[in-house]
T-cell receptor, first 113, second 111 residues
């Protein structure tokens, strides 16, 4: 079974630039999550989708972050404009609805200079 | 009240020893407590999980001990191996949904 795919794996940008991350969840997983993991900390949920609807985006900085999940499969997370404090690993995870077990992708390491 | 506090921040154990990582929470509505293992450059992977209706769950060398009255739970790794060297995160959620992660424990097991 293929895991959660993410791209790119690494991205370096300058502050005020924009960046986008892509995630392809495990086939059949209706729930998709985006997490931000700052170095030395645990992952923090940014947004949760159920199919193509948003379930929770309470911790998403909506002035600069946006996410979408068209057709309830792939998802993209965008940052515009980026700030230095956005440097982190952005993790995508997916799960079967209500299963509790989240499968994580390898993440995208973002460095903002 | 949404925090999950994890300790220690780092842990060094000799091969064959027992590794113990502790977590504490405040929100009594939490009803799902997983532990995730993360290797460098990889995403976290579910190791073992427990619900508050049991006090202990064991899977191979990994055991979760749960103390509902103290609002604490811990991960015990028996016969620790160098391959167990990783960062471990406890987490908590309500109805398996939004996971709140601890700050992580970096475990190093030396031969």
């Amino acid at each position: 079974e293929a895991g959660v795919a993410q791209s790119p794996r690494y991205k370096i940008i300058e502050k005020r630039q924009s960046v986008a991350f892509w995630c392809n969840p495990i086939s059949g997983h209706a729930t998709l999550y985006w997490y931000q993991q700052i170095l030395g900390q645990g992952p923090k949920l940014l947004i949760q989708f159920q199919n193509n609807g948003v379930v929770d985006d309470s911790q998403l900085p909506k002035d600069r972050f946006s996410a979408e999940r068209l057709k309830g499969v792939d998802s993209t997370l965008k940052i515009q404009p980026a700030k230095l404090e956005d440097s982190a690993v952005y993790l995508c995870a997916s799960s079967l609805t209500g299963s509790g077990r989240q499968f994580f992708g390898p993440g995208t390491r973002l460095t903002v200079l | 009240q949404q925090q999950v506090k994890q300790s220690p921040q780092s842990l060094i154990v000799q091969k064959g020893g027992i590794s113990i990582i502790n977590c504490a929470y405040e929100n009594t509505a939490f009803d799902y407590f997983p532990w995730y293992q993360q290797f460098p450059g990889k995403g976290p992977a579910l190791l073992i999980a427990i619900r508050p209706d049991v006090s202990e769950k064991k899977e191979g060398r990994f055991t979760i001990s749960f103390n509902k009255s103290a609002k604490q739970f811990s991960l015990h790794i028996m016969d620790s191996q160098p391959g167990d060297s990783a960062t471990y995160f406890c987490a908590a959620s309500i109805s398996t949904d939004k996971l709140i992660f601890g700050t992580g424990t970096r475990l190093q097991v030396f031969p």
